[in-house]
Every structure is written in C-alpha cells, then in structure tokens.
C-alpha cells in the first residue's frame, strides 16, 4: 500500500550550485528507483538555520512530495543519514487534511507568482507610474 510523504531535508551551505542540484537530482532519482512517485518538488533556497549545525547558521532547504510505500521511507532516511552533504532532514506522512492544505498552498502561489498587478498596493502601483516618462 502506498503512502503519501512529504520530506524537507537541508544542505550545507558550502555547496556551489552545481553540487546542490546534484545532490537533489540523487534523492529525487533513489525516490523513482524506489518505485514512488515525486507530486511535487521545492527548492526554497538558502536560509538561516535556527540553531548552527555542525558550526553552520545557513542551509539550502529542499521539498518533495512524493508518493511510496512504507518500507521505502526507511531507505531514503538512511541515504540521508549516509550523505554528508545532508545537515538535516524530515519526512512526515500526509493525511487528506495535509494533501488539501498542501494543495491549496500550491494553487494560491501560482495564482499570485502570475501577474501581480492586482494584488499591489495601489499607492505602489502610483510611484511606478509616476517614475514613467509621460507618453
């Protein structure tokens, strides 16, 4: 039976770019190898940790939502704790209330990373205009 998951796991900040999107391309591969479906996926970049780890205060924090069976959680925790790349990690389990919050969280950033121009305030969208030369 599967399960649906949700993992977020942190890098060390250390990584150049490159390193960073290899190290996420092997867990999101090792999650297809492992017969499990990625949903969804979020690099939420560069941030400050809230306590240093291993005597660093920032780590690339990284998503999936991904869909497995039990067993396989197993494995993909133990890669984490493997790599060393990895500072930190977690992976819940998502229930049907955890899906539709997810869900709608995804639906309401794409209805506002697409044109914005309804949801500036209006004295911003003002100043805009204003630095315009008139036509």
Do not use: C
Not at 103 to 111: C, F, G, V
């Amino acid at each position: 039976m599967t399960n649906r998951y949700e993992t977020v796991f942190i890098l060390t900040p250390v990584l150049s770019e490159d390193q960073t999107k290899e190290a996420v391309k092997k867990f999101k591969d090792l999650i297809k190898k492992g017969r499990g479906k990625v949903h969804h996926e979020e690099s939420w970049g560069m941030r400050k940790l809230a306590y240093p780890i291993q005597k660093k205060s920032t780590g690339f924090y990284h998503l999936f939502e991904f869909e497995s069976d039990a067993p396989f959680v197993d494995k993909l925790e133990t890669e984490y704790r493997r790599d060393e790349r990895v500072l930190r990690f977690m992976t819940v389990k998502m229930d049907k209330h955890h899906q539709a919050f997810a869900d709608r969280r995804r639906n309401k950033q794409s209805a506002t990373s697409g044109d914005d121009t309804a949801e500036r305030p209006a004295r911003r969208r003002k100043e805009e205009n204003a630095d315009q030369p008139n036509s």
